[in-house]
């Protein structure tokens, strides 16, 4: 059975610094996924990371994934306040298992 | 293009009620996802369909629930005899196949069982 963990859980972080959310899966996978999910609202797609040494970049958002390592970073630069929300990382193919978020809060 | 959509948007129910809660996947999409979302938590897994068949239902939690996609379109998600730990956000995705794909998620349905 497929186990993701994201550390860390919570992270509160200041205007205009940079941090690193990870994401550890059990099993090999071939693809993951970055969400973000605002609080009451859905899912929004961020990533999707098809391959060994995949990066992808969008805006302050930068994700990587190294499937031998079993390990994908979202890394964020120079945070702005409307960054703040849960990201969500999750391998798979069709299932998808999520792990627990990271509640990410910029403050001013 | 409109998005996955879902309905109800809020549902109560009591407890040792059936529920139907219903998707509408992005048009053209051939693969269709369920997930629930346990307050404060992450997303698990129900049941997926490629077309109007169901490859993999390994995490409908009970034989109480079920799942049905007709047409390649609709999909319905029934809970029969509703208990507590029913109670969650049920999320539906769409994705234009199964594989490379990413999934695009509806607003959900939230179940309450009083």
């Known amino acids: 059975e497929l186990k993701v963990e994201q550390n860390p859980l919570f992270l509160s972080m200041q205007e205009g610094k940079n941090y690193t959310i990870y994401c550890n899966y059990s099993?090999?996978?071939?693809?993951l996924y970055w969400y973000r999910q605002d609080p009451g609202k859905s899912l929004e797609s961020l990533f999707v990371?098809?391959?060994?040494?995949a990066v992808k970049q969008e805006g302050r958002l930068m994700a990587s994934l190294d499937t031998k390592a079993r390990l994908s970073t979202l890394h964020i630069t120079a945070a702005v306040h409307d960054l703040s929300a849960t990201y969500f990382c999750?391998?798979?193919?069709?299932?998808?298992?999520f792990g627990t978020g990271t509640r990410l809060t910029i403050i001013p | 293009g409109a998005g996955v959509s879902q309905s109800p948007s809020n549902k109560v129910t009591e407890k040792g009620k059936d529920v139907e809660l219903r998707c509408d996947p992005i048009s053209g999409h051939t693969a269709l996802y369920w997930y629930r979302q346990r307050l404060g938590q992450g997303l698990e897994f129900l049941i997926y369909?490629?077309?109007?068949?169901?490859?993999?239902k390994s995490g409908l939690p009970s034989d109480r629930f079920s799942a049905e996609r007709t047409g390649e379109s609709v999909s319905t998600l029934t809970i029969q005899r509703t208990q507590q730990e029913d109670s969650a956000v049920y999320l539906c995705a769409s994705s234009l196949n199964r594989g490379y794909y990413e999934q695009y998620f509806g607003p959900g349905t939230r179940l309450t069982v009083t």
């Open positions: 369909f490629q077309g109007n068949s169901a490859p993999d």
């Open positions: 099993t090999t996978s071939d693809r």
């Open positions: 990371l098809l391959s060994n040494g």
């Open positions: 999750a391998p798979g193919n069709e299932k998808l298992t």
